[in-house]
């Protein structure tokens, strides 16, 4: 029962996602940058984890008065199911740009390795246990168990902030590379993958910090 309960809690723990800060750039031409109009854009196929990247990133942006819109509410679902041609994309450009928007900023999965990694067998240690026998006797399916392979997957996210200002060359603003190590959750994920950006953001003076 006790190794049971041991093993349960490792793969809880091995489960757990993380966001990691790769790296980070800054265009060092700008400086200042409060975008009247801002456009959230997620790549992805998976409507709902697109939905709740745009919607917390949105409110993150509005909570330091810089007014954000998702893309869902302007293009269609299947915005993101093919790729686009650089026509297209121009075209998509301007057509923002005579909506009004002056920034846009932009998350897409770069590449997705696949990981293994091999975790060694452990030994309890009894430090209550006066006698060995009964110590032995109560512990003995759990006093080593073997090693295992967890295997995992790391998706590198780059996160992009573009100047769509057609009166202004400087059009990159800032970009940043994001590891998203065995996501499990597409909310705790997509809230730890927000929480990271808006820190790095604040960090690299991009946005004011609350």
């Known amino acids: 029962m006790k190794k049971t309960i041991f093993v349960v809690l490792v793969l809880l723990l091995s489960a757990c996602s993380s966001v990691r800060v790769v790296d980070s750039w800054k265009n060092e031409e700008v400086l200042f940058f409060k975008p009247q109009k801002l456009?959230?854009?997620g790549v992805t196929q998976?409507?709902?984890a697109r939905k709740i990247f745009e919607e917390n990133l949105k409110k993150e942006f509005m909570k330091r008065n810089i007014i954000a819109y998702v893309s869902t509410e302007t293009f269609d679902a299947s915005f993101t199911d093919?790729?686009?041609?650089?026509?297209?994309?121009n075209t998509m450009v301007k057509g923002l740009s005579d909506e009004g928007f002056d920034a846009v900023i932009i998350s897409a999965v770069k590449g997705v390795d696949e990981k293994r990694n091999y975790?060694?067998?452990y030994y309890t240690v009894g430090y209550r246990w006066t006698r060995f026998g009964r110590y032995y006797y109560r512990f003995q399916d759990i006093y080593y168990d073997p090693g295992y392979y967890n295997e995992y997957k790391v998706y590198h996210v780059e996160t992009s902030i573009y100047n769509i200002n057609l009166d202004d060359n400087k059009s990159l603003v800032w970009v940043g590379a994001?590891?998203?190590i065995d996501p499990?959750?597409?909310n705790t994920t997509v809230n730890e993958y927000v929480s990271a950006i808006?820190?790095?953001l604040e960090r690299d003076r991009i946005i004011t910090k609350l």
């Open 184 to 186: 499990q959750s597409i």
């Open 198 to 200: 808006i820190a790095r």
């Open 46 to 48: 998976n409507l709902t």
């Open 119 to 121: 975790n060694s067998g």
């Open 39 to 41: 456009m959230v854009l």
């Open 178 to 180: 994001l590891d998203i």
């Open 82 to 89: 093919s790729q686009k041609t650089e026509a297209e994309i």
